[in-house]
């Protein structure tokens, strides 16, 4: 059976040093033997930027458009092509200066059905410089979709931090823990970090933007040339800081219990979706759950597709619900 491909969303304002990092993260690829796959999107009908990872890395290209609106529908087609192609090790997107995070993220859980993929991380780069003066503003577009980007993420990089005082740099870093208090903070300079800090967070940490451990004290010093806070829930948090999550079943599931379930998530969770085979019915159904609501369809898929759960939302007890979905499942298996 194929293995499960994480999936890492790069995202940040236009000239953050999303670009810069990307590439650290595929050298460290190279140096440990994994193999990395990369989409790529951009506005326009060229990607400069790509031509700028090499020609060993499989790469899939979206231009013409943003991934979160115009050509959204295509991310899930591209995300499930690269996977079965080239069985990575794990996949990053890096997304236009533009992008809404939310909305990419709703785009790759979706791509989850058709092939095992599961969203790992969303790593937001913010320029300290133009991140300050938008903050100094205070209103406008950008300011707005800059700290969407922040809230957003699990991991952010505040890059360039040579480019403002010491003071105005723990003022930035105030802000992003108070706009975001679970995600991991490091402050860089070019972007450099240790790559295992992305992955290390990741396979530390139980739920996407959740951070279990000791913070950094103020003066830390790492020599991996970053500066590393970790602002979200220590020891054992009963509910975890989550974006994403993905869960594949193992069998079917009761029909009335799996609908009892999915009517009693929790309002923090803002998007559920999902196929499900019910053993009662002997079909498999296409759920979607929104603002309180679910539907459920009777579908006949003719390829692959997997029974899987996903929710998106924030601050939803994660370990408790994959509990109670496996719970659902032994119940079947036991009826």
Known sequence: MDSLVPVYVLTGFLGSGKTTLLNRMLEEARSSGKKVAVLLNEVGDAN?????????????????????????????????????????????????????????????T?????????LRGVVA???????????????????KLMREQISAASFVVLNKSDLVGAAELAELERLIADWNPAARLVTTVRT?????????????????????????????????GSHSHSNGHHGHAAHDHVNALTHYLSGPVDSLAFEEWVAGL????????????FRDTGSRFLFQY???ESDFVRIAPQGTVHDVVVLIGEHFPREGLLKQLEQLTKSAESS
């Open 48 to 108: 400069v930027e790509g031509q700028m990872l090499g020609a060993d890395v499989p790469m899939a290209e979206m231009l013409g458009g943003c991934i979160c609106c115009t050509i959204r529908a295509d991310l899930g087609m591209e995300l499930t092509k690269l996977a079965r192609e080239h069985r990575p090790d794990a996949i990053w997107i890096e997304t236009t200066g533009i992008a809404k995070p939310l909305e990419i993220m709703d785009s790759v």
């Open 266 to 277: 929790p309002e923090s969770v803002y998007r559920g979706k999902g196929i499900v085979t």
């Open 192 to 224: 450099q970090l240790d790559p295992d800090l992305i992955y290390g967070h990741e396979r530390t940490s139980p739920a996407i933007g959740s951070e279990h451990g000791e913070a950094c004290p103020p003066d830390c010093d790492h020599d991996h």
């Open 125 to 143: 780069v913010a320029d300290a410089r133009h991140l300050l003066d938008r903050v100094r503003i205070g209103a406008g577009k950008t300011y």
């Open 110 to 118: 979706e791509a989850s059905m058709y092939e095992k993929l599961e």
């Open 290 to 292: 929104a603002y309180r």
